[in-house]
């Protein structure tokens, strides 16, 4: 079976990370969430803290640097951070692993696995910007929570869909949450 680490952390956006568990199939998850993570998907939705653990095969501690999932041998598909925070986008671009997010980062660069960003600001600062590219440059796949308007979205779930979706497609995951482009 294949392995997808999955990180939430203290973005915006939480529903996202909630939208993309619920829409992976057919894969081993294991899912790190940041104590900020935790307080802002109280505060953003309804959805409880064992509703999240229960989407995952494997849940950890943010604080636990020794998990399993911290080691390269812990061999995994693929490692996506939705939302990503801007703090823990600046210290992946930097190098510092003191969480076990920002660890299982590292490890995914090194092992040169497929590893996903998922910011959720806006606007961009030139720090920002330049922790993408240092970020896309090391093959990262930066992909920001932004909705396409081509499937005509009549909701916000609609718009969630697309991201998600868009999320799920660079992970390889089979999906019809949002409407494919299509021009006759």
């Known amino acids: ?13 939480t529903v996202l990370a909630v939208k993309f568990l619920e829409n992976i199939k057919n894969y081993e998850i294991h899912l790190i969430m940041s104590e900020s993570a935790k307080k802002l998907m109280s505060l953003e939705t309804g959805y409880d ?3 999240i653990k229960g989407l995952s095969n494997y849940f950890y501690d943010d604080n636990d640097i020794a998990a399993r999932v911290s080691s390269g041998s812990f061999i ?23 969480t076990l997010i920002t660890r299982v980062a590292l490890v995914s660069l090194k092992e040169r696995r497929k590893f996903i960003i998922v910011p959720r600001e806006m606007p961009f600062s030139t720090i920002m910007l ?29 718009m969630i869909n697309f991201v998600v979706a868009r999320v799920l497609d660079l ?14």
């Not at 990180?7 to 956006?13: D, E």
């Not at 330049?130 to 909701?155: D, F, H, R, W």
């Open 1 to 13: 079976m294949k392995r997808i680490v999955v990180g939430i952390t203290g973005a915006s956006g």
């Open 49 to 51: 803290i064992k509703y």
């Open 76 to 98: 995994f598909d693929s490692f996506v951070i939705i939302p990503c925070s801007t703090s823990t986008m600046a210290k992946i671009a930097s190098g510092i692993a003191d």
């Open 130 to 158: 330049e922790n993408m590219l240092k970020l896309s440059n090391n093959n990262v796949i930066v992909s920001p929570a932004v909705p396409g308007y081509y499937n005509k979205p009549e909701t916000v779930n609609d």
């Open 171 to 184: 992970s390889g995951i089979e999906n019809n949450l949002s409407e494919r482009w299509k021009h006759e």
